[in-house]
Nanobody, 122 residues
Framework: VQLQASGGGLVQAGGSLRLSCAASGRARNSYYMGWFRQAPGKEREFVAAISWSGGSAYYADSVKARFTISRDNAKNTVYLQMNSLKPEDTAVYYC????????????????WGQGTQVTVSS
């Protein structure tokens, strides 16, 4: 099982970034795919999740209307489009996947990527 996140970087406030996460192994068949983030000195927090079909997407209130999660099952990849970035979005972003058939909800994950740093300057 491997989750490879990419696309992080340094951007000015108001800018945009697109994160990608390529899944391999059992993670490819995850019903929900999610993104979480962890800022220095803070706990990891939920950012967004998307169902297998892509028909249902869920967001933290802090990113709603600015971030968009999507997935391409043919490419085993989930994306996070981040617009109107703010300095408080600065964090390491992690993608996450579930065990196939786990039946877990959208906040519960079994597999985690290595994280990609997003830094937003003011």
């Amino acid at each position: 099982v491997q989750l490879q996140a990419s696309g992080g970087g340094l951007v000015q406030a108001g800018g945009s970034l697109r994160l990608s996460c390529a899944a391999s192994g059992r993670a490819r068949n995850s019903y929900y795919m999610g993104w979480f983030r962890q800022a220095p000195g803070k706990e990891r927090e939920f950012v967004a999740a998307i169902s297998w079909s892509g028909g249902s997407a869920y967001y933290a209130d802090s990113v709603k209307a600015r971030f968009t999660i999507s997935r391409d099952n043919a490419k085993n990849t989930v994306y996070l489009q981040m617009n109107s970035l703010k300095p408080e979005d600065t964090a390491v972003y992690y993608c996450a996947a579930q065990s196939p058939g786990s039946g877990a909800g959208r906040y519960d994950y079994d597999y985690w990527g290595q994280g990609t740093q997003v830094t937003v300057s003011s």
